[in-house]
């Protein structure tokens, strides 16, 4: 079944508003359309997403599509696209090319904008997908607010320097957009959730208190087959898709965070997102096929690197430390051209993880530190370790101009540890 390609308007207005986080506990957030997460982008794949974008912040800002196989103007960052002023308006034009799930977010001062809650997941589906029972979309976020419920930055240097350091992490957890909820879900059903991690800095390793789940998806899409988990690490950036379920009737269980060492001076503990409560019987119809998708492997393991791309730290006079990229802040790496196999070799040189995002092509992991992955998979972002070399693959197709990688940690983008570079005809 060939879609023949619908347009689909939306509109998304950033604002200042006042937003119940829990009950009688409300914030002064920035979002889209007045509610946190914005508004869920719904199309098939094919289909040209319409968006204006309004901006009634106080501040320019811009939408970036972290994940969607778009035109490099479209990609909502500095070097492509003047940011939206206040006031002012932008019509993003988006022809979706992959099912998946997928987020928005914007690519301007992004430690304040993401944190305050300018955010929203999009679900692109296929013309055949697996049946579930239900679907669920789950963001999760955390902020970090003073006792007033506000979002001030430290000012003593040593605050600071560990907010820079470690990225800013709360103790405020949301799910889409309140803070740790209760949901319930029927006993005997199996259901599609799609788990997107949109905190500026938070590792979450996702549990459901240890009960068993499938991992069905990433970044890019559905996998091959489903992998059985009793948990997964999500890092900022990244998307799963679970099947999750059947539970029996009157379980009770949290939606956790476990504790993840990563290199930052934050004290890991089980943390707790949500409770999810199990109800009333009701009979499943889902169906997923044991194969769900054909993944055709880009390069093996041992293909010629053509790029290296190394992640450190360095010295600041001003700030204490900065974040590079190949000795650089901010760098502008060089181009790659089109219909060129890009295998490249990304270093952590550092002691603590960072997230690598890739903007508008998705990559595979060949291997990390010299070991394949699990599972093959098309991801846009991957969770560096410390002192680990990852290598990826991934094909520039003719989507030529301006794009960028960078470490999802905003706090880190900030601090310089992101690159433009071009791709070239
Ligand atoms: Cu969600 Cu440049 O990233
Ligand atoms: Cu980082």
């Given at each position: 079944m060939q879609n023949q390609g619908n347009i689909i308007r939306y509109e998304l207005e950033a604002h200042v508003f006042d937003w119940e986080i829990a009950p009688g506990k409300t914030i002064q957030a920035w979002g889209?359309?007045?509610?946190?997460?914005?508004p869920v982008l719904h199309a098939n794949v094919g289909d040209t997403l319409i968006v204006t974008l309004k901006n009634n912040l106080p501040e320019p800002t811009t939408i970036h599509w972290h994940g969607l196989r778009i035109p490099a103007k479209m990609d909502g960052t500095e070097e492509v696209q003047g940011a939206v002023m206040p006031g002012e308006s932008f019509e993003y034009q988006l022809e979706v090319k992959d099912a998946g799930t997928f987020w928005y977010h914007p690519h301007k001062n992004e430690t304040v904008q993401m944190e305050r809650g300018l955010y929203g997941a999009m679900v692109i589906t296929a013309a055949e997908e697996p049946v579930f029972d239900e679907e669920r979309i789950l963001v999760f976020d955390d902020m970090k607010l003073d006792e007033n419920l506000e979002f001030t930055k430290p000012s003593w240097w040593l605050p600071r320097w560990r907010e820079r350091h470690d990225g800013r992490q709360g103790d405020v957890r949301l799910i889409n957009g309140k803070q740790e909820p209760t949901l319930s879900m029927a006993a005997g059903q199996i259901e599609r959730w799609r788990l997107v991690n949109?905190?500026?800095?938070r590792y979450l390793k996702f549990s459901l208190q240890g009960k068993s789940f499938q991992i069905i998806g990433t970044d890019g899409g559905l996998l091959e087959y489903p992998v059985d988990a009793t948990e997964i690490l999500i890092t900022p950036g990244e998307r799963v898709e679970l099947a999750v379920g059947p539970f029996q009737e009157g379980e009770q269980f949290e939606i956790q965070s476990l504790p993840y060492k990563h290199g930052t001076t934050r004290k890991e503990k089980i943390e707790s997102f949500a409770t999810v409560n199990i109800t009333d019987y009701q009979a499943s119809k889902a169906a997923f096929p044991i194969r769900m998708r054909v993944i055709e492997p880009?390069?093996?393991?041992d293909a010629q690197p053509t790029r290296e791309v190394h992640l450190q730290v360095g010295p600041s006079l001003k700030n204490g430390i900065n974040f590079m990229i190949n000795k650089h802040q901010h760098l502008h790496d060089r181009p790659v051209k089109v219909g060129e196999l890009q295998i490249w070799d990304i270093y952590?040189?550092?002691m603590m993880d960072h997230p690598f995002h890739l903007h508008g092509f998705f990559f595979q992991v060949l291997e990390i530190n010299g070991k394949s992955p699990d599972y093959l998979a098309w991801k846009d972002t991957v969770n560096l370790p410390p002192l680990s070399k990852a290598r990826i693959a991934w094909m520039p197709d003719d989507r030529t101009g301006m794009w960028m990688y960078h470490c999802h940690i905003l706090e880190h983008i900030e601090a310089g540890m992101m690159a433009h570079f071009e791709v070239q005809a």
């Open positions: 889209y359309n007045n509610q946190i997460p914005g949109a905190a500026s800095a880009l390069a093996t393991r952590n040189d550092m």
